[in-house]
């Protein structure tokens, strides 16, 4: 499937003649750092909410862990790894006391190949033998941190505790219930245990009504349940500082922030949301969004969530999302058979799971979309979504729809890189 949807304003007119289109949202411009190496070293020195230079506390005999993030997210590192590594080394940290931590959260381990497209070959080749994938499920594998305000008992990776210093890399986007990814997303989920991860992300529905927290919502940290739990949970354990970066939307680094685990972070995404959040003034009936690199659709269902946000109540979505690796695991799937969104809700309420939010939000949404993907019709059907071959033929049904529901002139978008756009209606 192409990386760009192929329908423009003349050719929505062709495939849907009655159709208006309001606009075509992207994320806003963000030029690429002239020289992302150099701003590391003065962001290391000049650190964000932090006296003194990142790595002023930094010791000869110091066991060194670094965060990354898994294959579902990119972020650019594998630029700065080697002069991070070099930085490190001057300060004396022995090149066998540093440590890589992939940083699944509850994902599946990353594979040979992606560590070495994270790290970069040749960082992947000096430390292949100290990468460890985080495994959420192994209670051998965890340690005990402490228990947030909000009751999250909190579990990290052990081996990655056991080490003298921490650094958390990753990149900043919004993400639809945690605010914002990046900062302490590295560690709480990332490194955390699974029943760690399912109670903070539980908090994402409403306390006392069988529906999601209105409070839990994209590109907002506070205020939002699920955003201040995690900073709370990673204040249990906090890194000697964060590296984050923000991307440009074709993947070059655009913003680099070093500091402070909430300090740098928030500065990371006041970058983040003046690129990746769009304002819009009104809702339209039609909103046509791809997600072409998901690898399933667990992770194609952040570009629903973003084409929702820029739909009406009775619109409808075509959503083109591949998915090659189908659904996202058994325990989403698990969910989606439920079928109905009380039903998960109910689930939910006895037992917290994270694939179960996930399920739920696609379980509301997926009635309004028309899927064109590699899934199988069966594991459409669990989306609750209607499978369509091509763009033209989900156009046809949507055109019967707007018919049928006496709309003879649909307002449309169109959302091209709808996993990192996201709609702000109202602004």
């Known amino acids: 499937m192409s990386t760009t949807l192929p329908i423009n304003r003349e050719t929505l007119h062709d495939l849907a003649p009655r159709a208006r289109l309001l606009d075509t949202l992207v994320p806003n411009p963000l030029e690429p750092l002239p020289n992302p190496v150099a701003a590391l070293r003065e962001s290391l020195e000049h650190p964000v909410g932090m006296d003194g230079p990142a790595m002023g506390r930094f010791r000869s005999h110091d066991r060194v862990a670094i965060a990354v993030p898994d294959a579902s997210r990119k972020a650019g590192l594998h630029l700065l790894f080697p002069e991070l590594l070099r930085l490190l080394e001057k300060q004396g940290v022995a090149e066998r006391d540093i440590w890589f931590f992939f940083a699944l959260g509850v994902h599946r381990p990353a594979t040979a190949e992606e560590q070495c497209r994270i790290l970069g070959s040749s960082v992947y080749e000096r430390f292949r033998e100290r990468c460890r994938n985080h495994d959420a499920r192994n209670p051998k594998d965890l340690a005990y941190a402490g228990r947030t305000a909000r009751g ?83 204040r249990l354990h906090p890194p000697d500082f964060i590296v984050n970066t923000v991307l440009t939307a074709t993947g070059d ?64 979505v075509i959503l083109r ?81 707007f018919r049928q529901a006496g709309i003879a002139h649909p307002t449309c ?11 702000l209606p109202g602004v």
Do not use: W
């Open 321 to 401: 999302a591949p998915a090659p690796e189908g659904l996202g695991g058994a325990g989403y799937r698990r969910y989606l058979e439920m079928g109905e969104p009380e039903k998960v809700i109910a689930a939910l309420r006895e037992q917290a799971d994270i694939n179960g939010q996930t399920a739920l939000s696609t379980l509301e949404k997926g009635p309004r979309t028309l899927l064109i993907s590699e899934l199988s019709e069966s594991d459409t059907g669990l989306l609750r979504m209607e499978k369509a071959d091509t763009l033209e033929s989900a156009l046809t049904r949507a055109r019967e729809h």
């Open 253 to 316: 680094i655009g913003g680099l922030y070093v500091g402070e685990l909430d300090a740098a972070h928030r500065a990371a995404c006041t970058l983040a949301a003046q690129v990746f959040c769009v304002p819009i003034r009104e809702r339209a009936d039609l909103v046509i969004a791809s997600i072409d690199d998901a690898p399933n659709f667990i992770q194609s269902h952040k570009a629903l969530v973003n084409a929702c946000a820029a739909l009406k109540p009775d619109g409808r």
């Open 152 to 234: 999250t008992e909190v579990y990290l990776n052990r081996e990655a505790c056991e080490c003298d210093r921490l650094i958390l890399t990753g990149s900043v986007v919004p993400h639809y219930f945690a605010g914002f990814g990046g900062g302490r997303k590295a560690l709480v989920p990332g490194l955390a245990g699974a029943e760690t991860i399912a109670h903070n992300h539980a908090l994402n529905l409403h306390p006392t009504e069988p529906r999601l927290d209105p409070r839990v919502r994209i590109a907002a940290l506070d205020g939002n349940p699920v955003a201040e739990d995690l900073l709370e949970a990673a």
């Open 413 to 423: 978008y169109l959302m091209p890189q709808a996993g990192i756009t996201v709609p």
